[in-house]
Nanobody, 124 residues
Framework: QVQLVESGGGLVQAGASLRLSCAAS????????MAWFRQAPGKEREFVAG????????LYADSVKGRFTVSRDNAKNTVYLQLNGLRPEDTALYYC?????????????????WGQGTQVTVSS
């Protein structure tokens, strides 16, 4: 089992940037595909971005393409999500997730390891 802890969220104005981090512990994330999801109040959890262990496959939601970038440092057991050009509609609780697989899937139920989330709030 992998324990995941997110950090880096905050309150920013529209157009600002943030970098979220997800630190894994309990075991190495070698072989794990890592992903970010988000959930706004009253809405379902939605896929944001994902990256395989070898970084040969990445996937982004259409709403964040060109603005968000997912990366990982396997030596540090950490995954990042760089958020640029933030918009009020990006406001949500952002979750890190992991699955032992070589492919990125956008379905939340494909991931069996989850963090507690970090809040991102974007004011207009």
């Amino acid at each position: 089992q992998v324990q995941l802890v997110e950090s880096g969220g905050g309150l920013v104005q529209a157009g600002a940037s943030l970098r979220l981090s997800c630190a894994a512990s309990g075991r190495t994330i070698s072989g794990y595909t890592m992903a970010w999801f988000r959930q706004a109040p009253g809405k379902e959890r939605e896929f944001v971005a994902g990256l395989t262990w070898s970084r040969d496959q990445s996937l982004y939601a259409d709403s964040v393409k060109g603005r968000f970038t997912v990366s990982r440092d396997n030596a540090k057991n950490t995954v990042y999500l760089q958020l640029n050009g933030l918009r009020p509609e990006d406001t949500a609780l952002y979750y890190c997730a992991a699955r032992l697989s070589w492919t990125v899937l956008s379905r939340a139920n494909a991931y069996d390891n989850w963090g507690q989330g970090t809040q991102v709030t974007v004011s207009s």
